[in-house]
């Protein structure tokens, strides 16, 4: 079955740092691109950023550049979101998402979803 | 970046009633790299459509996609129980991946 399961949500203090990770199952990991998009309390969906299957380009959204990285493990099965300088308006869930290929394409499978609360 | 103006913002409709959702791009959405999806409370989003009229896996053929361009419609044929959600489109074919605010569906 394929499957994506993220953690490393939590509470944390404006400024402060997390780190997301997805484990992915039932796929060639490394063939395919990886995403995260974030959904604020009440809000729509928001691309955040994405990661190539082979060669790891990568892509940010002018909200978070700069200040998050994605990167993947391809010996774990696992892409990460580095978040650094946090900010309350980054309080959301974030879910990771499979591309249909290996760069632009549509997600076909998404987690459950981890939420990140930013207050002090 | 290219924005996606989705409307309209609610729909009001019966089961059984056909629902035409709207999706216009600020700009031509290259290759038809438009995808829509169907969130239902405390879920993930789900692919219903995507390349603008391709169903994903799985997807019932009440659903449809088409258009080109700027302009994008999703279809549901027959509204069931289960299609009660918001939907939003997105575009993958620019530099930056972006959704629109997406379209509740809700029943009347």
């Known amino acids: 079955e394929v499957q994506l399961l993220e953690s490393g949500g939590g509470l944390v203090q404006p400024g402060g740092s997390l780190r997301l990770s997805c484990a992915a199952s039932?796929?060639?990991?490394?063939?395919?691109?990886m995403s995260w998009v974030r959904q604020a309390p009440g809000k729509g969906l928001e691309w955040v950023s994405a990661?190539?299957?082979?060669?790891?380009?990568?892509d940010y959204a002018d909200s978070v550049k700069g200040r998050f990285t994605i990167s993947r493990d391809k010996s774990k099965n696992t892409v990460y979101l580095q978040m650094n300088s946090l900010r309350a308006d980054d309080t959301a869930v974030y879910y990771c998402?499979?591309?249909?290929?290996?760069?632009?394409?549509?997600?076909?499978?998404w987690g459950q979803g981890t939420m990140v609360t930013v207050s002090s | 970046e290219i924005v996606l103006t989705q409307s309209p913002g609610t729909l009001s409709l019966s089961p059984g009633e056909r629902a035409t959702l709207s999706c216009r791009a600020s700009?031509?959405?290259?290759?038809?790299?438009l995808a829509w999806y169907q969130q239902k409370p405390g879920q993930a989003p789900r692919l219903l459509i995507y390349?603008?009229?391709s169903r994903a896996t799985g997807i019932p053929d009440r659903f449809s996609g088409s258009g080109s361009g700027t302009d994008f419609t999703l279809t549901i044929s027959r509204l069931e129980p289960e299609d009660f959600a918001v939907y939003y489109c997105?575009?993958?074919?620019?530099?930056?991946?972006?959704f629109g605010q997406g379209t509740k569906v809700e029943i009347k």
């Open positions: 039932g796929f060639t990991f490394s063939s395919y691109a």
């Open positions: 390349g603008a009229s």
């Open positions: 997105q575009q993958y074919g620019s530099t930056l991946w972006t």
């Open positions: 998402a499979k591309g249909r290929s290996n760069w632009r394409a549509a997600f076909d499978i």
């Open positions: 700009q031509s959405v290259s290759s038809s790299y």
């Open positions: 990661i190539s299957g082979g060669s790891g380009n990568t």
